[in-house]
């Protein structure tokens, strides 16, 4: 279990949050609080070592193909 805030407005940080995964060998949940429509969403068995996309209200991540 880990909490990460992220908040990123004009250029006040990286667009993305990168989150390790220590020694875990998946990602059993994935948990996003949306704090302006006060709305939650979960994603299960979220891949590993790679790159998503998440959209408020879209119940599908998406993978995104690295360089």
């Not at 909490?3 to 998946?26: E, M, Y």
């Not at 704090?35 to 068995?45: A, K, L």
């Amino acid at each position: 279990y880990r909490h990460v805030r992220f908040v990123g407005s004009c250029g006040s940080g990286p667009t993305s949050p990168h989150i390790g995964r220590g020694g875990a060998d998946r990602v059993e949940r994935l948990e996003v609080y949306w704090p302006v429509s006060d709305s939650t969403q979960v994603f299960t068995e979220v891949p590993l070592d790679r790159a998503i996309e998440i959209t408020e209200g879209d119940p599908e991540l998406r993978l995104i193909e690295l360089p």
